[in-house]
């Protein structure tokens, strides 16, 4: 009996290992994403920050994901009356969580650091923590995106204040 009750529980966990294995991706690229958005947080201390951004990422299971992200980053000043900014380019990377999801879409939980790169005019630390929502890609070749987050940019610039607050983001998910 406990030979035959062995020979059952092993079948059962082969059947179960194959069912999981042709639920995996056929390719490595049935993984990977990209998406352009825009970025825009609220203001503070006279400060709006504007950011395009570019997003590659690479889901290694159904629930995971790793990013990498580059953005064009503005950060908009308007103080007694006189308007500029300030531009960088940031390039960093995070994790994504799939937080919940059904047939037709996907909520992540996304945590990402960026740090700019080259010659900018505002050098700066971000911190970002984010919750996204996008439809899954079937049968079309993109799909839209959306985003709330708090994101802490650390400024590196002398005479800058660091700027910390809540971000919005709309895009596209190729």
Not at 2 to 23: D, T
Not at 58 to 73: F, H, K, Q, V, W
Not at 116 to 135: C, F, M, R, V
Request: charged share 20%.
């Amino acid at each position: 009996m406990k030979k035959l009750m062995m020979m059952l529980l092993l079948v059962s966990s082969a059947i179960g290992i194959q069912a999981q294995e042709s639920e995996q991706k056929s390719s490595l690229l049935d993984g990977l994403n990209f998406e352009i958005k825009t970025v825009y947080g609220l203001k503070q201390h006279s400060m709006n920050p504007l950011n395009l951004n570019m997003q590659l990422s690479y889901s290694y299971t159904d629930r995971l994901s790793l990013l990498i992200s580059a953005e064009r980053n503005y950060m908009l000043f308007s103080e007694n009356g006189n308007k500029w900014y300030m531009n960088a380019t940031s390039l960093g990377g995070g994790m994504a969580y799939v937080w919940t999801k059904d047939k037709h879409h996907n909520f992540d939980v996304r945590l990402q650091v960026l740090n700019t790169i080259g010659n900018s005019q505002w050098k700066h630390t971000a911190y970002d923590i984010g919750l996204s929502w996008y439809e899954k890609r079937e049968k079309r070749a993109c799909s839209p995106f959306i985003g709330i987050g708090f994101r802490y940019q650390k400024s590196h610039t002398a005479d800058m204040r660091d700027w910390c607050g809540l971000y919005a983001t709309v895009g596209v998910r190729f």
